[in-house]
Nanobody
Framework: QVQLVESGGGLVQAGASLLLSCVAS????????MGWFRQAPGKDREFVAA???????AYADSVKDRFVVSRDNVKNTINLRMNSLGPDDTATYYC?????????????????WGQGTQVTVSS
């Protein structure tokens, strides 16, 4: 089991940028896929972005041209750079990890989850 701790959330105005980070308790080069999900009040948790060991990435259509996911296997972290934020991006953002990559990254079939970090975007 991998412990994941997110940071970087906050309250920003529409159009601003934020950088979320997730630190893993294990060396990330031992983890194939790491991802970001988000959940707004009253809504299901939804996929945001994922990155595999080879730095192949995937994004939800709603964030594809605005968010960038990256990983640093030296620092055991993944980051999510979020640009041009809007009120619809308001949610709790969760980091997730799974040791193997034989699954659909956009589904919540990850084995480890962080506690989440809140992002609130005001209009």
């Amino acid at each position: 089991q991998v412990q994941l701790v997110e940071s970087g959330g906050g309250l920003v105005q529409a159009g601003a940028s934020l950088l979320l980070s997730c630190v893993a308790s294990k060396r990330t080069f031992e983890i194939d896929v790491m991802g970001w999900f988000r959940q707004a009040p009253g809504k299901d948790r939804e996929f945001v972005a994922a990155i595999n060991w080879y730095n192949g990435s995937a994004y939800a259509d709603s964030v594809k041209d605005r968010f960038v996911v990256s990983r640093d296997n030296v620092k055991n972290t993944i980051n999510l750079r979020m640009n041009s934020l809007g009120p619809d991006d308001t949610a709790t953002y969760y980091c997730a990890a799974r040791r193997d990559g034989n699954f659909d990254y956009s589904t919540p079939d990850y084995t480890s989850w962080g506690q989440g970090t809140q992002v609130t975007v005001s209009s």
